[in-house]
């Protein structure tokens, strides 16, 4: 069945540096890659997404990269922050229009200060 | 923000009790989901639905039952509490304009 392998599952970075998570999906019709974060106690919030016909998204220090012919997107934060610190999900649309998402197994991130 | 809602955030019970887990959502979106979350934070999707009197079963299977009579309103019920059941419930709903899926902030059942 559909699949989405997410690496690492865990992260640690200093402060001010870069993290990059990457995903991998299965189904050659996915066509929406949206990006969650989910701090302790909390829902998973809605970050960024990215859509099959854009390579690339940025929003402030975030940004999300999509190789289509691969198969594999990937979340680009700068400039990390303690704030950061939250497990981050990727998710790949499957089942054509009807628009279910399958999750990866997320990424804990923690930046130090 | 969006503006979906879960009650009680918390719940510990014992076993063989009957509960309902609330969900509901302002926006008047058709689409909703639960999803169970497990300790390793993957998620699970349990049960899903298209808009009233519309439910359908997830990837993972699952011993509860929901239903949907209003829109907003998307409750997950379990019969009898296991141990088993002891788990994370997120609720979900989606925006069909921009494919965007929004969560609720959980439901944490603990079954003892």
């Known amino acids: 069945g559909e699949n989405v392998e997410q690496h690492p599952s865990t992260l640690s970075v200093q402060e001010g540096d870069s993290a990059v998570i990457k995903c991998t999906y299965s189904?050659?019709?996915?066509?929406?890659f949206p990006w969650y974060k989910q701090e302790l106690g909390k829902g998973p919030q809605l970050i960024i997404d990215?859509?099959?016909?854009?390579g690339e998204k940025k929003d402030q220090r975030i940004a999300v990269t999509l190789n289509k012919t691969a198969k594999h997107f990937s979340l680009h934060i700068t400039e990390t922050q303690p704030e950061d610190s939250a497990v981050y999900f990727c998710?790949?649309?499957?089942?054509?229009?009807?628009?279910?998402?399958?999750f990866g197994k997320g990424t804990k991130l923690s930046v130090k200060p | 923000e969006a503006d979906i809602y879960q009650t009680p955030r918390y719940l510990v019970i014992g076993t063989g009790k009957k509960i309902t887990l609330e969900c509901s959502q302002t926006?008047?979106?058709?689409?909703m989901y639960w999803y169970q979350q497990d300790p390793g934070m993957e998620l699970h999707l349990i049960h899903y639905?298209?808009?009233?009197?519309?439910?359908e079963k997830g990837d993972l299977s699952s011993e509860s039952t929901v239903s949907r009579i209003r829109t907003e309103h998307f409750p997950l019920t379990l019969e009898s509490a296991r141990p088993s059941h002891t788990s994370q419930y997120l609720c979900?709903?989606?925006?069909?304009?921009?494919?965007?899926?929004?969560f609720g902030p959980g439901t944490r059942l603990t079954v003892t």
């Open positions: 926006m008047g979106h058709d689409k």
């Open positions: 189904d050659s019709a996915s066509n929406y």
């Open positions: 639905s298209y808009g009233v009197n519309s439910t």
């Open positions: 979900a709903s989606r925006n069909p304009l921009v494919n965007e899926q929004y």
């Open positions: 998710a790949a649309s499957y089942g054509g229009s009807q628009g279910n998402l399958i």
């Open positions: 990215i859509r099959s016909n854009v």
